[in-house]
């Protein structure tokens, strides 16, 4: 799921440069790895990406983890 976000054709034409792009899907993650500003406010669009990206790893999902893909897959704009 993580590779349909970093491809999205949307981000594409939101984000001239994949890098930036890149850097914002991993903003939250590498706040998380590494520490950063003492305060910082997650938005529902990045908790999704990070749930995405965590369950992309995962061989098997279970039917919340499938339910959660078709939500975002659907809700993608609007969050």
């Known amino acids: 799921m993580f590779s349909w976000l970093r491809e999205n054709p949307r981000a ?19 706040w998380l790895k590494h520490g950063g500003d003492t305060q910082m ?26 339910a959660f893909r078709a939500w975002l897959m659907k809700h993608v704009e609007e969050i």
Do not use: G, H, Y
């Open 12 to 30: 594409q034409e939101r984000f001239p440069k994949r890098q930036e792009w890149i850097a914002l899907l991993n903003r939250e993650r590498d």
């Open 41 to 66: 406010e997650i938005e529902c669009a990045s908790a999704a990406f990070m749930i995405a990206r965590a369950a992309s790893k995962l061989e098997v999902w279970t039917p919340k983890m499938e």
